[in-house]
């Protein structure tokens, strides 16, 4: 028992199932959106490096272009470079002309900054390259050097431009991107969530099924599940079957063990009562014991097998009521009074079941109390609740759980078979309710006892 209540709280402690696929989906898909993400951004970079460098080989061929009468001692523009931004001082656009041992030739926006030049480069080839500008910003640098005719000096032609720009474009994609991707991510996740929870319906429509098979309300489970889930139902259907013939063979065996000692147990009786002496007293009394015992388990055989009237639904108010008529009538110096605020209360079980636990429980009352028996019923939740109170001696608390033994009996001086409570609680249990002993608070005279009848309601 203890190993079993371990394994249930093990499961218990276990994942939903949509859990786990949806924790799976959420994290393969921030993966993948994450990975995408950072890869897109190294292709925006990239592109944009390399529209840079675009411009400024667009731009190192407008300078030279437009430069003439290239000397040692001067050089011209023959019109003004094409961005204007060459002639503002430390704008971030930047040209230098130099040659090895004379001083450079740069542009107004340089003012009196001159740029690094790498001057073992050769000729004709272009070098790409960054540099720290004037405010010591980082540059983008393109290198040319070239000759001119009639002339042995190399210069050395550069342009650099201040990279701000493309960081402040890569920035805004970043940013773009980021809102972009995590819309698309909640997008995807939510539509995880819809798949999982439509996938898994099914599943909560066979556990409503089987409540139902518990219930009585349905014999099977039904046929209309997807493909995938029908062979379980199927399977589940094939045990019902099998759980249904090993009822009917117990209840069966039950039932025929029950009659063979009912004969035997006639007879023992008959002849224990037609013979005088201590033997026939004793054995008198123990096939009584052996009559109770055989229809008691008889009893809860047949309730724990009726697996439909679990299922049933009983007006209990009208039963209360008979009830108390009858034993008013027996114990006549006695009252016993049913209190329902509401007459439409409804016992989700059997009528017999439901007579013979409050009939036992108010009978017993009736036998023990002064003058005055009460019995309250009442709904809380999904619950029957019944409370019978009596101003008898009461129950001590020590005793309280040993009452119900079966065949115990407090008083033997009182009649009774000492199985009433414990057919009571088995009753109860088998119903998936309670029964429980207190003591009756509303009497101040004698102890008095209070009993609490809980039983499932629709």
Same mark, same amino acid.
Not at 8 to 29: D, E, F, H, M
Not at 240 to 245: G, R, T, V, Y
Not at 276 to 299: I, R
């Given at each position: 028992?203890?190993?079993?209540?371990?394994?249930?709280?093990?499961?218990?402690?276990?994942?939903?199932?949509?859990?786990?696929?949806?924790?799976?989906?959420?994290?393969?898909?921030?993966?993948?959106?994450?990975?995408?993400?950072?890869?897109?951004?190294?292709?925006?970079?990239?592109?944009?490096?390399?529209?840079?460098?675009?411009?400024?080989? !667009?731009?190192?061929?407008?300078?030279?272009?437009? !430069?003439?009468?290239?000397?040692?001692?001067?050089?011209?523009?023959?019109?003004?470079?094409?961005?204007?931004?060459?002639?503002?001082?430390?704008?971030?656009?930047?040209?230098?002309?130099?040659?090895?041992?004379?001083?450079?030739?740069?542009?107004?926006?340089?003012?009196?900054?001159?740029?690094?030049?790498?001057?073992?480069?050769?000729?004709?080839?272009?070098?790409?390259?960054?540099?720290?500008?004037?405010?010591?910003?980082?540059?983008?640098?393109?290198?040319?050097?070239?000759?001119?005719?009639? !002339?042995?000096?190399?210069?050395?032609? !550069?342009?650099?431009?201040?990279?701000?720009?493309?960081?402040?474009?890569?920035?805004?994609?970043?940013?773009?991107?980021?809102?972009?991707?995590?819309? /698309?991510?909640?997008?995807?996740?939510?539509?995880?969530?819809?798949?999982?929870?439509? %996938? /898994? #319906?099914?599943?909560?429509?066979? #556990?409503?099924?089987?409540?139902?098979?518990?219930?009585?309300?349905?014999?099977?489970?039904?046929?209309?599940?997807?493909?995938?889930?029908?062979?379980?139902?199927?399977? /589940?259907?094939?045990?019902?079957?099998?759980?249904?013939?090993?009822?009917?063979?117990?209840?069966?065996?039950?039932?025929?063990?029950?009659?063979?000692?009912?004969?035997?147990?006639?007879?023992?009786?008959?002849?224990?009562?037609?013979?005088?002496?201590?033997?026939?007293?004793?054995?008198?009394?123990?096939?009584?014991?052996?009559?109770?015992?055989?229809?008691?388990?008889?009893?809860?055989?047949?309730?724990?097998?009726?697996?439909?009237?679990?299922?049933?639904?009983?007006?209990?108010?009208?039963?209360?009521?008979?009830?108390?008529?009858?034993?008013?009538?027996?114990?006549?110096? #006695?009252?016993?009074?049913?209190?329902?605020?509401?007459?439409? /209360?409804?016992? #989700?079980?059997?009528?017999?079941?439901?007579?013979?636990?409050? %009939?036992?429980?108010?009978?017993?009352?009736?036998?023990?109390?002064?003058?005055?028996?009460?019995?309250?019923?009442?709904?809380?939740?999904?619950?029957?609740?019944?409370?019978?109170?009596?101003? %008898?001696?009461?129950?001590?608390?020590?005793?309280?759980?040993?009452?119900?033994?079966?065949?115990?009996?407090?008083?033997?001086?009182?009649?009774?078979?000492?199985?009433?409570?414990?057919?009571?609680?088995?009753?109860?249990?088998?119903?998936?309710?309670?029964?429980?002993?207190?003591?009756?608070?509303?009497?101040?005279?004698?102890?008095?006892?209070?009993?609490?009848?809980?039983?499932?309601?629709?």
């Amino acid at each position: 028992m203890q190993q079993t209540d371990e394994n249930q709280n093990v499961n218990a402690g276990k994942r939903p199932l949509w859990v786990r696929l949806v924790s799976i989906s959420v994290i393969w898909t921030a993966l993948t959106l994450i990975v995408a993400g950072y890869l897109l951004s190294l292709a925006f970079r990239d592109s944009l490096e390399r529209n840079f460098d675009q411009r400024l080989s !667009s731009l190192m061929d407008n300078l030279i272009g437009v !430069s003439s009468n290239v000397s040692a001692t001067e050089v011209d523009l023959a019109r003004p470079m094409a961005d204007p931004r060459f002639d503002q001082p430390y704008s971030g656009w930047y040209w230098q002309i130099s040659a090895e041992g004379m001083a450079p030739f740069t542009s107004r926006s340089l003012w009196d900054v001159v740029l690094d030049v790498n001057f073992d480069a050769e000729v004709g080839a272009v070098n790409y390259g960054y540099t720290v500008g004037p405010e010591d910003q980082e540059l983008r640098l393109l290198e040319r050097a070239i000759t001119i005719p009639e !002339s042995d000096i190399i210069y050395f032609f !550069s342009v650099a431009v201040d990279t701000s720009e493309i960081e402040v474009q890569a920035v805004r994609f970043d940013n773009i991107l980021l809102v972009g991707l995590s819309v /698309l991510g909640v997008g995807l996740i939510a539509a995880s969530l819809l798949q999982v929870f439509l %996938g /898994l #319906k099914p599943l909560g429509h066979i #556990k409503e099924s089987l409540g139902k098979v518990r219930t009585g309300e349905a014999d099977y489970l039904p046929t209309d599940f997807p493909k995938e889930i029908q062979p379980l139902a199927n399977e /589940l259907n094939a045990l019902l079957d099998h759980n249904n013939e090993i009822v009917v063979r117990s209840r069966t065996q039950v039932g025929n063990l029950a009659h063979a000692l009912k004969t035997p147990i006639a007879v023992l009786r008959n002849e224990a009562r037609m013979n005088d002496g201590p033997m026939s007293v004793t054995v008198a009394k123990q096939t009584e014991n052996m009559h109770k015992y055989v229809e008691h388990y008889l009893k809860r055989a047949r309730v724990s097998a009726n697996t439909k009237a679990l299922s049933g639904h009983s007006s209990i108010v009208p039963s209360l009521n008979n009830i108390a008529r009858a034993l008013n009538k027996i114990h006549e110096d #006695k009252n016993i009074e049913v209190i329902a605020n509401d007459q439409n /209360l409804v016992f #989700k079980g059997d009528l017999n079941d439901f007579e013979e636990m409050v %009939g036992n429980l108010m009978e017993n009352a009736a036998k023990w109390a002064n003058s005055l028996v009460t019995v309250e019923c009442f709904k809380q939740d999904n619950w029957l609740k019944i409370e019978i109170r009596d101003d %008898g001696p009461g129950i001590e608390k020590e005793a309280r759980e040993a009452v119900f033994a079966r065949g115990q009996r407090l008083d033997e001086k009182k009649p009774g078979s000492g199985l009433g409570l414990s057919i009571v609680k088995d009753l109860s249990g088998l119903y998936g309710g309670e029964i429980t002993l207190g003591d009756n608070d509303r009497i101040t005279t004698s102890d008095g006892l209070f009993v609490s009848l809980k039983l499932p309601s629709v």
